[in-house]
């Protein structure tokens, strides 16, 4: 076991919400009490086309940006999408293989892994996300998910960035308002660390960043939070409203 320190992570994904008006009032709504965090790190995932603003938005903070999907070529004739070379400047992280890019848009696991390629090799930050759904938990498959979709993504990848984050997010915890529970939270978590362990080796293990996501909410969050093996969230519905992402970042702040 290599003993590293981990940076706590907290992702606000706002997924397809807010015109470009109420974007810029959140935007700065989160600023004022997010601007000085320097103990955990804190990136706001805007839809695409906020990117700019929220660039303009957090100068000369500690806040970062990322963004919510990327193409895996690096340019071509690809209609709506966005390269990982064109959000170099702009983003510092990006999602990858998140379960409604998976769900909805029909991405395999081969694409997630070019994905994944291509963020890394333009020097962007990967957020990897991987979870079981209700069915597959219901048949005691959880930990196969785990493996399949983690071993898939990292295909021809020799070493993962340092601190790399991957976040749990099990299917049936998002956006249903039932959370998983934290020792569940916290035993997928093991898993995770252990499939990294074993594809790679104990210093990417031991420094990976580990996200819940899934109706992570004020109440819940400080449960969360203080589980060992994990290291942040990834919010959807909370990031929303300003107050509650901030009291989030901030209960993991202190229970670090
Ligand atoms: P939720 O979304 O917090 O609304 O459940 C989480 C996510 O999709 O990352």
Redesign the pocket.
């Known amino acids: 076991m290599v003993n590293v320190s981990r940076t706590p992570i907290i992702g606000g ?1 706002w997924k397809m919400h807010h015109t470009r008006g109420l974007a810029r009032e959140l935007l700065f709504s989160l600023r004022a009490p997010l601007e000085d965090f320097h103990q955990i790190e804190i990136v706001i995932f805007p839809p695409a086309p906020w990117l700019g603003d929220a660039v303009d938005v957090f100068e000369s903070s500690s806040i970062l940006v990322g963004a919510q999907n990327v193409h895996s070529a690096s340019e071509g004739a690809f209609t709506g999408e966005q390269s990982a070379a064109m959000l170099i400047g702009t983003a510092n992280y990006v999602i990858v293989g ?1 379960s ?1 890019r998976r769900l909805l848009f029909g991405e395999t696991d081969r694409q997630i892994n070019e994905k994944l390629h291509s963020v890394i090799d333009a020097g962007l930050e990967p957020i990897l996300a991987v979870g079981e759904s209700q069915d597959e938990r219901a048949s005691g498959e959880t930990d196969n998910v785990l493996r399949r979709q983690l071993f898939a993504a990292f295909e021809n990848i020799e070493m993962l960035p340092v601190g790399m984050v991957i ?1 749990y ?1 099990p299917v049936w ?4 308002g039932m959370s998983a529970s934290p020792e569940i939270a916290q035993m997928a978590a093991v898993t995770v660390r252990a499939l990294v362990a074993e594809r790679f080796d104990e210093l990417a293990a031991d420094s990976l960043r580990i996200q819940y ?4 909410n004020t109440t819940n969050a400080s449960a969360f939070a203080s589980q060992t093996d994990i290291d942040g969230a ?5 990031s929303l409203n300003s107050n509650d992402f901030s009291a989030i970042c901030e209960i993991f702040a202190r229970t670090q």
């Open positions: 994904n998140h409604e976040a997010e915890a998002i956006g249903t996501g899934g109706s992570v990834l919010i959807g519905g909370a």
